[in-house]
Every structure is written in structure tokens, then in C-alpha cells.
């Protein structure tokens, strides 16, 4: 799998966009990106997959490069309920062994 | 559509005693997957069933061990406990419908203390 680098840790302002990157130097050609959020003394959630340009739901937007080597979660106007650790994944869209990493933890303050 | 569920939420047992932790995913995912997360070492996969057959592997002891029933239900048991196995235990389902897909719900977790 291929391995991620992501900030430890990021601060912002209720109403703001968030953008986290995450750097994965040696992604593989069939590896996607995947995204997942956690609270405190809950599971992960999936928030977003992409393989190449730009995906978006209702949640957040992708933006991955056309090198792939890189890619930014963009969660627009953020609230304190945003505040959680995000994790950035990449490997076979298929692969059920997932390795996270030590993950974002984003504090969103009033 | 009921979400992961995970039994009990919470347990405590001694050192050297064995737990059997239990999931049942969502209805109509046939893959489960187990995961230990603890503060020091993060969330880290510990084995994925498929159709009552472990298909991956994490990097723990043989004291790890699971099993899947022909209704996806998964179990989990960590036999001989020791300190370091305090964690939440997170197990997670997924269609695995063949196509792509990385999608995993995770349920609540079951958070185990051993003392």
C-alpha cells in the first residue's frame, strides 16, 4: 500500500473551508484515494473516493492532480460538528485491508 | 437500513482470560472486517471475512483469531489476554459487489479493557 503523509493537525473557524492534503508519493496505477472522518469512541466514515481530477458529494470535494502524486479534501463552510480526525487512504479499490495512518485532527472553533 | 452493530459496547476482563466480541453487518454485505485502534498505535486491521472464509490478514498473534457465519455475522476472539490488548475493537462491512470500491461502514466498536 502505498504510503500517506497528511498534517497531524489543523485549527479553523465555523464557516470556513477546510483543505487537507495529503501527499502519496508512490501511488500505485490502480490505487484510488478514499477519505474516511472519525469522532471520538466512534468508527471511521467514508466520506469521499476519487482516482484522478476532481469528485464532489455532498459532504466534501477531492481534488487530486494530474500526477496523482497528491490530493486535497476540501469541507466547505465547516461547523464545530466537523471537529474529527481525517484520514487520507490509498490503495486498490478493492482492498479490504485498509492502513490508516496517524490521520488530520481538525478542531473547528465558534 | 440498520447500520453495523457491535456486542457488547463495553467489557472488562482480567489478564489471561479470552473475549469473543460480535458483529453483524449491514443486511446484504457479505464482507466484514475487524480492526483494533488504541491511542499508541492507531487503527490497525486485524483480519477480513468473505463468505465465511478469512480472506486477508493483519499482522497480529495467533491469540487474534475470528470466524464469520453463514449469515455474514462475524465473531472475534482474543484468547490469554494481556494489558496491551485493551483497545476499541471496530468492525466494519462491505458490499464487495466485485466492483469498485473502498467503502467500508464501521460500526460503533466494542471497547475492551483488560486489567
Known amino acids: 500500500l502505498a504510503k500517506t503523509t497528511q498534517p497531524i493537525s489543523m485549527d479553523s473557524y465555523e464557516g470556513q473551508e477546510v483543505n487537507i492534503t495529503c501527499s502519496h508519493n508512490?501511488?500505485?496505477?490502480?490505487?484510488?484515494i478514499t477519505w474516511y472522518q472519525q469522532f471520538p469512541s466512534q468508527g471511521p466514515r467514508f466520506i469521499i473516493q476519487g482516482y484522478k481530477t476532481k469528485v464532489t458529494n455532498e459532504v466534501a470535494s477531492l481534488f487530486i492532480p494530474a500526477d496523482r502524486k497528491s490530493s486535497t479534501l476540501s469541507l466547505p463552510r465547516v461547523s464545530l460538528s466537523d471537529t474529527a480526525v481525517y484520514y487520507c487512504?490509498?490503495?486498490?479499490?478493492?482492498?479490504?485491508?485498509?492502513?490508516f495512518g496517524a490521520g488530520t485532527t481538525v478542531t473547528v472553533r465558534a | 437500513k440498520a447500520g453495523v452493530t457491535q456486542t457488547p459496547r463495553y467489557l472488562i476482563k482480567t489478564r489471561g482470560q479470552q473475549v469473543t466480541l460480535s458483529c453483524s453487518p449491514i443486511?446484504?454485505?457479505?464482507?466484514v472486517s475487524w480492526y483494533q485502534q488504541t491511542p499508541g498505535q492507531g487503527l490497525q486491521f486485524l483480519f477480513e471475512?468473505?463468505?465465511?472464509?478469512?480472506?486477508n490478514k493483519g499482522n497480529f498473534p495467533g491469540r487474534f483469531s475470528g470466524r464469520q457465519f453463514s449469515n455474514s455475522r462475524s465473531e472475534m476472539n482474543v484468547s490469554t489476554l494481556e494489558l496491551g490488548d485493551s483497545a476499541l475493537y471496530l468492525c466494519?462491512?462491505?458490499?464487495?459487489?466485485?466492483?469498485?470500491?473502498?467503502?467500508?461502514?464501521f460500526g460503533p466498536g466494542t471497547r475492551l479493557t483488560v486489567t
Open positions: 471475512y468473505f463468505s465465511e472464509t478469512q480472506r
Open positions: 443486511s446484504g454485505h457479505r464482507s
Open positions: 508512490n501511488i500505485a496505477t490502480n490505487d484510488y
Open positions: 466494519a462491512s462491505s458490499l464487495d459487489s466485485g466492483g469498485a470500491t473502498y467503502e467500508q461502514y
Open positions: 487512504l490509498v490503495g486498490p479499490s478493492n482492498d479490504y485491508k485498509l492502513s
